[in-house]
């Protein structure tokens, strides 16, 4: 089959590889680079990204690690040891020992929360916040991790979403980092997209999207191809004003977005290559510290901390000051540099859907969709995708 991908983010070209195996496939993106939101921008020697903290949500063991090794993608992710420590008071905790932190009667509604969340024993139709409420301490930390890992609020993030996390988490565990980040899994996959002789267009913007009975093409200013199959790695919504389909037939994605503040600190800020949830900040709801994992990430003698923050208001200035003064407090006194603050919406968002907001993958026979707007069910980021994309090939190699 001849098949064509619009847009050479994470998701178009994860497709690609794994199409290209057995089919003609070509992609277009727009930009003058692949990788979209999940690629390395060079700073100063600082391996900044155009969107992602640099981290796999499920590391080496998760959906997107296992489709990187069966497309022959030599990506080496280092899994995060501890997962994630929770600041709180000034010091760092791990999970279990959050437990000790508040009174016995309060102890005894998180356990029971926590077990309850294990075996799935919980109201589906509520959201994390409602299920979180009644201890004070539980609410801040599930805000913590939503913020992070979703760009969400807990209210923001419904139980159904957190229950399948749960499960996935219980299966395959918690983040790592790629060697040489973002931009070490997209070298990658166009590594093996060129090796299976597939086609990557840059600068080739798609103008329209024509699905027809027996036929379908990608239209551009200066191009109109011919396939059999289009995938298309822009939003639903995006993807729906260029095509002549309609896709969102209830009710749209709703867009998640955050604010990313890179620093650059001699010192370094935390000692493990894990996250550090900051459920006490004002604003950033988590951090890394990426070169706790490749130093080749920093120049020599920095580490590169990175941080994120689900943007709570419209007021972007404000959220980002608020950011700045959280720094300010971790950092406690140490030195540091602000290196790149960049904030994530509109058109770039953190995710195209939130999570509980994504759109089925399959549109017809002739046209499917991957990326963030349509992730799969408990899939955080990546590993979204990932479940998305491996959809879309099992039904396209059918
Ligand atoms: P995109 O990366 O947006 O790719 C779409 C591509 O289509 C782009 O290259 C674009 O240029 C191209 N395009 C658009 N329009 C056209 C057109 N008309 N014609 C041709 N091409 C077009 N995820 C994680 O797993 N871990 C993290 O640590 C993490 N942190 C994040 C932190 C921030 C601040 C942000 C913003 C995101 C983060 N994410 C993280 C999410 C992750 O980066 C994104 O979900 C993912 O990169 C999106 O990939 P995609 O393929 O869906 O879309």
Redesign the pocket.
């Known amino acids: 089959m001849r098949i064509g991908i ?7 070209l994860l497709t690609t590889a794994l199409l290209s195996k057995n089919h003609d496939v070509v992609v ?4 003058p680079f ?5 690629t390395n921008i060079n700073y100063k020697g600082f391996q900044l990204t155009t ?7 499920h590391g080496n063991d998760g959906y997107l690690a296992k489709l990187l090794r069966e497309c022959g993608c030599n990506v080496k992710i280092i899994n995060s040891n501890p997962d994630g420590l929770f600041r709180v008071n000034g010091k760092d905790y791990a999970y279990k020992d959050l437990f000790n932190l508040v009174g016995l009667k309060d102890k005894l509604k998180a356990l029971k929360m926590a077990a309850n969340l294990k075996m799935g024993n919980v109201d589906k139709s509520i959201s994390f916040g409602e299920f979180l409420e009644s201890v004070e301490l539980a609410l801040k930390v599930g805000n913590a991790f939503t913020g992070w890992a979703l ?1 969400l609020t807990a209210y923001e993030t419904p139980m159904e979403e957190i229950i399948e996390m749960a499960k996935n988490y219980h299966k395959f565990g918690g983040p790592g980092v790629p060697i040489g980040g973002c931009k070490g899994v997209i070298d990658e996959l166009v590594r093996v997209i060129k090796n299976n002789n597939g086609v990557i267009k840059v600068e ?4 329209g999207i024509e699905i027809e009975d027996d036929k379908a093409y990608i239209i551009g200013e200066e191009f109109n191809e011919e396939f059999d199959v289009v995938v298309s ?2 939003s639903p919504k ?1 993807t729906e004003k ?1 095509s002549n389909v309609k896709i969102i037939k209830g009710k749209e994605p709703k867009p998640s977005k ?1 604010i ?1 503040i890179c620093v650059a600190t001699k010192e370094g800020l935390i000692k493990h290559n894990g996250v550090l949830f900051t459920p006490e900040c004002e604003r950033i709801n988590g951090l890394n510290q990426v070169t706790n994992v490749d130093i080749s990430l920093a120049p020599e003698g920095y580490h590169l901390v990175m941080t ?1 923050q689900t943007q709570l208001t419209n007021n972007v200035k404000k959220e980002i000051d608020l950011g700045l003064e959280d720094i300010e407090n971790l950092f406690n006194g140490k030195d540091y540099e602000i290196l790149h603050i ?1 904030s ?1 919406r509109d058109e ?5 859907a939130s999570n509980g907001t994504d759109l089925d993958n399959v549109i017809n026979d002739r046209l499917y969709l ?4 349509v992730k799969g069910k408990g899939g ?4 979204g ?1 990932a479940m998305g994309v491996m959809k879309v090939v099992e039904h396209i190699n059918l």
């Open positions: 619009v847009g050479g983010g994470l998701g178009g277009f993106e727009k930009l692949v990788g979209g939101r999940f969107g992602a903290l640099h981290m796999i949500p760009s080739c913007e798609v103008k790695n822009l995006l260029i955050g990313k994120h960049q994530y770039w968002p953190v995710n195209h991957v990326g963030d707007g955080i980021e990546v590993e995708i």
